[in-house]
């Protein structure tokens, strides 16, 4: 077998690369549509060109001014940096070189990528054009996130200027940065925040990216407030957008596709109460439900005066640190339990009726508290685990917590592990519940809480096609948290597309190196979780807000529970754990505006 | 195994928190401010009334708490997920 290695400029695709470095003349009508990403008898029944197409990025304006075209090609400049070309092997090899052009690569044929999402919401007709006039425009989508890739089209208009308001950096002291400050700060590359996950420019380009490849967010129209959170101060994200929004006057929603569990989990949680208080008309708020449903987080049940229930739970060890989770147990402040923890040494200790107990070892932390939570009239039991120093495996297994209830006017205990990957329960144990385990703050009533379900189970990766064959169209996403709340209210609200969507893909963050998910060239990258349905709904309510710019939560619910889509698998009931009031349906939530 | 026991309140903790802070009944939120600039802590925001956030330690909390509820900030988790089926 034969070896030749080409030297691979950073700048350009690969594919372009061994096409040129054929050196036979012309690169041929097979091998410019496997360029392409056709493959198979695709590359020989479709592509009849012997051009190359190519989207090019220029560092410097005149870049273009130089080229003499033959008659067959062409140049034609898309934005500001931005043009496409579609050439032979002598042209390509000259725009490869220049010094003016930073970067070339092979345009890979794409339908839009939401292209079986956006029909299954309604969005687009069977044309494939969106069924609806409204854009977003005049309306403001705040995203709360990892961060934002500000290089990738999805965030430019068709002039190539900046779609962001404002962007506050929460990873670099709070900075806050105006369009123009971005622009300028951006222009050279990585800038003020940042995506080194991933997430952020993928959520922010499904709710409202501008047209790119065939491919358009729900709102393309709307302009963006952005955060890159520390992931703790959401809070203060919420406030700082509402803020820019109240400065520009304009309405506003904003998407928040994380979450946690340590908490009431019954809208009560300070975090959920203050969205109650800075929500209101043009002020919006839509959350991720979360994908615990079958992490082995939760347990809940109800028990009589007397009986005793033991569960067993494991702890999980990280990729970074050691192993440490937190449990919160709630119930009723009528009824009276003991609550005991029993070590894999067999060693037990027991939660205190009230105060804080720390114990420690060599080895291992514990703190257990209980105490009064007022504003459901519940009690709160806590339980830290905190391993430190040398530890063996077999110290995270079969860790063991023992309720017996002594009284029970209510009866109904329910707890949770701060967050999914640090503890599991185990599995067989009646106590363990799928249900309930929307997080916080997506329990609260001044939000939206939007759980997923399959929109497509084919996507492409660098690796090629792909397929899940494990997976149903139109069912529930196997991870999507299920309700009701703790106290039995009614979330998720509804359910949105989740599973295998393709969006924006940040330069050089973590997902690009995914070569089965990833499409590196293409800028674009599949992922699922309520992450990526949530900003549908958000999309969704920019768009009823162009429409009606005082709707309120109570007002864009109403709407979106009238409206929303039954079928074989949400069946016909008001409300469903998994689905909620049911599936989105833009189209008719716009018409009821 | 070692074993301390505290009152109820979880500002044992000695180093700085992200906490939401609201103000007891009869309490202001000026009041509460003013008591955090005391104690030196620091971020500190009223997000909506009855609602702020700061950066404090225990000390600081502990003066706190006597006039509102103290609620330390948990670390969200982003809600995607990926798998190779």
Redesign the interface.
Known sequence: MKKTTFKVPRHVSVSLISLTERKAGNFGPVAAARAAGFSGEDAERIHSSDKVSLLLECSESDALSEYDLAQTEELVPLAEGFASARVGPETAEKLITCSKISRVQTKKQSGPHLKEVLPEIRLVGSSNNRSVPEDGSGVLIGVV??GFDLTHPVFRDVNGNLRVEALLDQEDG?RQFDTAQLETAWMNGRGPGVDL?G?GT?VACIAGGSAFTGFDGIAPGARFLLVR?D??????AV?WIFDQANRLSLPCVVN?????H??SHDGT???E??HR??SGPGRILVI????EREDSLHIGGRFFAGQAQEVAFDMLRPQKGNPNVTLTLWYSEQDKFDITLVLPSG?S?SV?A????????SGVDLEL?R?PYVWSRSIKAQISISFKGFFKSRDLLNWKLHLTCKKAAVGRVDGWF????YALFSRGNPLVERSRTV??AATGDACLAVASHVGRNTWDSDLGS?????VVKGRTSP?SSLGPTRDGRWKPDLSAPGQYVTAALADDCELSR?D??ALVDSRLV???????A?PIVTGTVALMLQKKKSLSVADVRGILAETARHDAHTGSAAWEPAYGFGKIDVAAALSKV | ??????????T?QMGAQ?V?I?PLPGHSDEEVVAFLEESGAS?I?V?????I?AQADGQALSKVEEIA?I?V??????????R??
């Open positions: 996130d990892s709070n996950d997430h993928h959170t992931f703790l101060n959401t809070d203060t406030r928040m596709s994380l979450g946690h340590f908490g949680d300070a975090e109460r203050f208080a800075v991720s439900a979360g994908n060693q200790v205190p009230a105060n804080l107990d720390v114990y420690r070892t508290a105490q701060h967050n999914s990957g997080g916080l792909n397929e899940d064959l494990q991870f995914m089965q998910r599949t992922i699922e979780g309520t992450s990526m949530a | 195994m070692r074993k301390a026991t505290f009152p109820q309140g979880f044992h992200a939401t609201e971020d925001t997000l909506a009334p009855g609602f956030s509820s609620h900030k948990t670390r969200h988790q982003p809600h995607s997920r990926w190779i089926p």
